[in-house]
C-alpha cells in the first residue's frame, strides 16, 4: 500500500532560467515559479528506473505511454517512436507516416492521442500505427498542446482533454477540440511539459504535471487539484529521488496505469537526462480491493462508466445479481440486490470506486468512476 501523501510547503516566486539546455533535451525557454521541496520524497516508493538512453542508444526522448504490455517513447526531435518491453527491454523502432515531434502520448483505452506542441491532437490507430486523423483544439489563450492528458470524465462523461505548453495556462477540451475551461499559469504554476489525469487518488480527481521548474533541477512531479488546478502541495523531485548518480534531467512526459503493476495504479515519467535519459516508475495508489480487473463472469458489461445516477449492468447470467461497492479506501458504500440491468448510484459522491458483481456464484470487479 502506498504511504500517504502528506503536504508539502510551497514558495511562490518567479524565477528566471538561463542555463542552456543539453542538446538532446527539450527545455522551456523561461520559467515561470519555483517550489521550496522538503526532503519528503520518500514518501513516493520509486518502483523502476531505467535508463532507457542506454537501452535504446539514443538521446532526445519525451513522450511516454504503456500501451498492450509496452512503452512507447518517442524522440521529440524526429519521427521516431521507440518500443521497449515492461522490463524496459529495448524491441523495435518504428515511424508513423504524417508524425513527428511527439512531446506526449495519451490514450482512451482504443485510440493513442498525440500532442505536438500544436493545435492539432492526432489520433493514432495502436494496431496498424497508422495516422488516422486530428483534433483541432481552439484554445482562447496559449495552452497549445504539448501536454494532452485525457480525461474521461470531461463533457458530461463524453471524454476530453487537458492541455499546455511550458509556461501557459492549462485549457480543457471537449472530443470535437471546443474548449470546456482555462487555469490560469498564476493559479497552476508550473511550466508543463507533460501531463496525466488521476481518478484514482483519494480526494481526487488530480492532474499530475511533470513540471520543469528551475528549482531542484526542473523535474518535478507536481500535482494539481482538478477542475480548479490549485496546487496541493505535493510535489516529486527526480533529481533528489531518482536520477542515477551522476545524471540530471529535466521532466519530460508523464503517463498513469493501472496496467503495468498488478492492482497497483503508477506515474510514469521520462525525464531528458544529461548525460542519458531516464524513465522512472513511481507508486501512485494500490488498489485495496485486490484483483480489481479479474473478471470471472463471461460478457460482463458496465456502461456508461463514468456514470451519473444510474449505471447498467449486463452478463449473460440469469438471476439476481448481488452488488457491493467499495471507495477507494476500501468502504463498502452501496450493498443491493439487483435483479435487472439499472443500478441507482444517484447517492454516491463523485469519485472512483469499485463494483463487485456475483451472480450465480461467479463474482466480478471493475473500476467505476461516479461523476
Keep these: 500500500m502506498m504511504k500517504k501523501l502528506l503536504a508539502l510547503s510551497i514558495v511562490l516566486s518567479l524565477t528566471i532560467f538561463t542555463k542552456g539546455a543539453a542538446q538532446n533535451a527539450e ?14 520524497n520518500e514518501l513516493f516508493d520509486l518502483l523502476f528506473n531505467y535508463d532507457i538512453g542506454a537501452e535504446i542508444g ?34 523495435e523502432t518504428f515511424s508513423i507516416p504524417g508524425v513527428t515531434g511527439t512531446r506526449s502520448m495519451t490514450t482512451d483505452g482504443t485510440n493513442i492521442y498525440i500532442g505536438t506542441a500544436s493545435t492539432q491532437i492526432l489520433i493514432i490507430d495502436p494496431a496498424t500505427r497508422t495516422n488516422t486523423g486530428a483534433i483541432t483544439i481552439s484554445p482562447s489563450t496559449d495552452a497549445t498542446a504539448r501536454m494532452v492528458a485525457y480525461d474521461p470524465t470531461l463533457d458530461g462523461g463524453n471524454g476530453g482533454f487537458w492541455t499546455g505548453n511550458f509556461g501557459s495556462d492549462i485549457a480543457s477540451f471537449d472530443m470535437s477540440g471546443n474548449e470546456i475551461s482555462v487555469i490560469p ?3 497552476h504554476l508550473t511550466t508543463i511539459y507533460g501531463g496525466a489525469v488521476d481518478l484514482v487518488s483519494p480526494d481526487g480527481p488530480f492532474l499530475w504535471i511533470h513540471d520543469q521548474t528551475a528549482v531542484g533541477g526542473g523535474d518535478l512531479v507536481v500535482q ?12 516529486y523531485d527526480y533529481n533528489l529521488s531518482g536520477q542515477p548518480a551522476g545524471n540530471t534531467g529535466i521532466a519530460g512526459g508523464l503517463f498513469i496505469t493501472d496496467e503495468l503493476v498488478q492492482d497497483t495504479s503508477v506515474i510514469i515519467g521520462v525525464s531528458q537526462g544529461t548525460p542519458s535519459d531516464q524513465l522512472f516508475v513511481l507508486e501512485l495508489f494500490e488498489d485495496v480491493i485486490a484483483g480489481v480487473n479479474d473478471n470471472s463472469i463471461a460478457n ?23 452488488i457491493v461497492i467499495y471507495d477507494v479506501l476500501g468502504k463498502q458504500v452501496l450493498s443491493t440486490i439487483l435483479s435487472g440491468d439499472e443500478l441507482n448510484i444517484s447517492e454516491l459522491k463523485a469519485g472512483v470506486y469499485m463494483i463487485s458483481v456475483t451472480q450465480n456464484n461467479a463474482t466480478a470487479t471493475k473500476k467505476l468512476v461516479v461523476q
Excluded: C, R
Excluded at 525557454?29 to 519528503?40: A, K
Excluded at 494539481?224 to 510535489?235: A, D, H, K, Q, Y
Design 224 to 235: 494539481l487539484e482538478l477542475p480548479s488546478g490549485n496546487p496541493t502541495g505535493v510535489v
Design 300 to 322: 460482463f458489461n458496465l456502461y456508461p462508466n463514468p456514470a451519473n445516477g444510474i449505471v447498467n449492468i449486463q452478463t449473460k447470467l440469469s438471476g439476481e445479481k448481488s
Design 58 to 91: 539514443a538521446q532526445g526522448n519525451a513522450g511516454v505511454i504503456f500501451f498492450n504490455d509496452q512503452y512507447w517513447i518517442s524522440a521529440w526531435a524526429s519521427d521516431l517512436i521507440h518500443v521497449l518491453d515492461s522490463n524496459g527491454n529495448f524491441i
Design 27 to 40: 527545455m522551456a525557454p523561461t520559467t515561470n515559479s519555483s517550489y521550496e521541496i522538503e526532503d519528503t
Design 185 to 187: 499559469q498564476s493559479t
